[in-house]
């Protein structure tokens, strides 16, 4: 039946949902790349909160999500951007779902990865001393988990630097205590403003060779970068700068089959939102690379990209609303509410949108059930054909 889907200048067109889904399986672990899906939290719908209460998070749910991914080969990115870190989840309920994951990979035979912030710092600007101690908390807390650690981008520690010499007195410390090689994150001001100047440098030229400096001086601790700039051309260059045995994982919502095909000098592993609504999909892809077949992991890759670069536009950090969003009508959670009230973050086209475009791609394990789900949203919103 035609779907009526509203467009930015407020008309309806007639859009025909796709009866059948491409419906990939799982497979053998993948040989050739290192992928994560950095993965969403799924609201607790009945909890009686508010935008700036403590999240209130379906444990049952949110877990389940991560075995979906576990069961297709994808790592699972926990406590992330991607998982409201700072827009709705705040460190006490990090931490509990790095708990609550570790201990769910564990019995799923699962790979996890975990965010370590200074999220917990939340009264003011902070001493370089404070940041130190709120990154060494959360760090206990990943490796006394079992994971492996995620040294993320601090928003306090961007307030509070002078310059390149604290970014590199801060990390340094870190890395010289961790227990196994950690990923670093630079994630950039597009994902989150607060972080603009990262690095202690405005022009992003200066920051990279700070960042490259922190990771030459400790390369036996990096297992490897995840660089969210959204300029595959910078990141390419990045990747060819790194110590050997160091890898670099694209974090390129825009460009991220190129990145992860690579070129005659290298490639691309990946951590990436986008692989949340792509998981299935983009484990198919990779097994495809994984027998040197380039040209067929493109094609199966390259068609998403227009969907990705739907969910990322800017304002780019409200992505994750289109990301639950979709989990919603591809039956992973029984609701469309999102911690901290952020499914009202995009609008009604914007979703309509991604609908069309997911459908289009098979992205759906019942059609049918995405397409009435759309339908309610639709009405709900009183658009009527």
Request: proline share 6%; glycine share 10%.
């Amino acid at each position: 039946m035609t779907l009526h889907l509203p467009g930015a200048n407020g008309t309806l067109r007639a859009y025909e949902p796709r009866t059948e889904p491409l419906a990939p399986t799982p497979g053998a672990p993948f040989t050739s790349r290192t992928v994560f899906s950095a993965a969403h939290v799924v609201a607790d719908p009945y909890a009686d909160t508010t935008p700036d209460s403590p999240a209130a998070v379906d444990w049952d749910a949110t877990l389940a999500f991560r075995r979906h991914l576990w069961a297709h080969g994808l790592g699972v990115a926990e406590a992330m951007d991607t998982a409201q870190r700072g827009m709705g989840l705040d460190w006490a309920g990090a931490a509990e779902l790095i708990r609550r994951s570790a201990a769910e990979a564990k019995a799923a035979g699962g790979r996890i990865a975990c965010g370590v912030g200074t999220d917990q710092l939340t009264d003011g600007p902070a001493t370089l001393a404070e940041v130190r101690a709120a990154y060494e908390e959360q760090l206990a807390v990943v490796e006394e988990s079992g994971a492996q650690a995620i040294l993320m981008a601090s928003r306090a520690l961007a307030a509070t630097a002078r310059g390149p010499e604290d970014y590199l007195e801060v990390y340094g410390h870190l890395l010289r205590q961790t227990t196994e090689p950690v990923i670093l994150h630079w994630l950039g001001p597009m994902f989150d403003p607060a972080l603009a100047g990262y690095w202690g440098a405005s022009g992003l030229d200066a920051a990279t060779d700070t960042f490259l400096d922190v990771i030459a001086a400790h390369p036996d601790k990096v297992d490897g970068i995840k660089v969210s700039l959204l300029d595959a051309r910078r990141e390419t260059d990045l990747r060819r700068r790194l110590p050997k045995g160091v890898r670099c994982y694209t974090g390129d919502d825009f460009h991220y089959p190129e990145l992860i095909a690579g070129d005659d000098q290298g490639f691309s592993h990946a951590l990436l939102g986008i692989f949340d609504p792509l998981g299935p999909l983009a484990a198919e892809a990779v097994r495809v690379l994984d027998t040197g077949d380039t040209d067929g992991f493109r094609a199966l890759l390259d068609p998403t990209v227009e969907l990705s670069r739907h969910l990322f536009q800017a304002p780019t950090r409200y992505y994750k609303t289109g990301v639950v969003f979709l989990a919603w009508l591809a039956g992973h959670q029984s609701h469309f509410t999102m911690v901290g009230g952020l499914q009202s973050a995009r609008s009604l086209p914007h979703l309509a949108r991604a609908y069309e475009l997911a459908d289009r791609l098979g992205l759906f394990p019942d059609p049918k059930l995405a397409e009435d789900r759309m339908r309610t949203l639709l009405h709900l919103y009183g658009v009527t054909p």
